[in-house]
């Protein structure tokens, strides 16, 4: 969108012929998020260690899905702690996937979707299929 526009714009700073889209792309995709909310989302296993490098391979999918996302993983027992209304979307690693139906009763009042991830996709920190089961779970929320 903005970005194709200001690649093509004659545009340029300080008339160098560079497009502000070279020398600002952080702006560029700030002001392309513009009005779009962010989504959160929280991931928990048993310690919150296992699950960091999927964090960071989700936050890569939804950098290029071009969704702003706050992603983080925790332990567990934080639940209480690191889970209130603004929270789109909780997801359990599948070590802990027997704690789910307790987890669900504790965040239904919230209206927070609670599912387990998929052990394939666990295991091959597939983020991009994990980023897309929140992308999911978040949507069907809403209606």
């Known amino acids: ?6 690649a093509r714009s004659p545009d340029c700073l300080f008339g160098k012929g ?3 889209v070279l020398l600002f792309p952080e702006v560029v995709r ?12 929280r991931l928990f296993c048993a310690g919150g260690m296992s699950t960091s490098l ?11 899905a071009g969704v702003e996302a706050d992603i983080e993983a ?3 027992g ?8 603004t929270i789109d979307c909780v997801l359990l690693g599948p070590q802990i ?3 789910a139906k307790q987890v669900k009763e504790k965040l239904a009042p919230l209206g927070i979707p609670v599912e387990v991830i998929p052990m394939t996709d666990y295991g091959m920190v597939n983020g991009k299929a994990v980023f897309e089961l929140a ?5 069907e929320n809403k209606k």
Not at 30 to 41: C, D, H, P, Q, T
Not at 135 to 139: D, N, V
């Open 1 to 6: 969108m903005l970005t194709a526009q200001l």
């Open 18 to 20: 560079v497009p502000l």
């Open 30 to 41: 700030a002001l392309e998020r513009k009005g779009k909310r962010m989504v959160k989302i």
């Open 54 to 64: 999927l964090v960071t391979k989700m936050r890569a999918a939804a950098e290029a």
């Open 74 to 76: 925790h332990g567990v």
């Open 78 to 85: 934080s639940v209480d702690r690191r889970v209130d209304n």
């Open 97 to 99: 996937g027997y704690q």
């Open 135 to 139: 992308q999911r779970l978040i949507e």
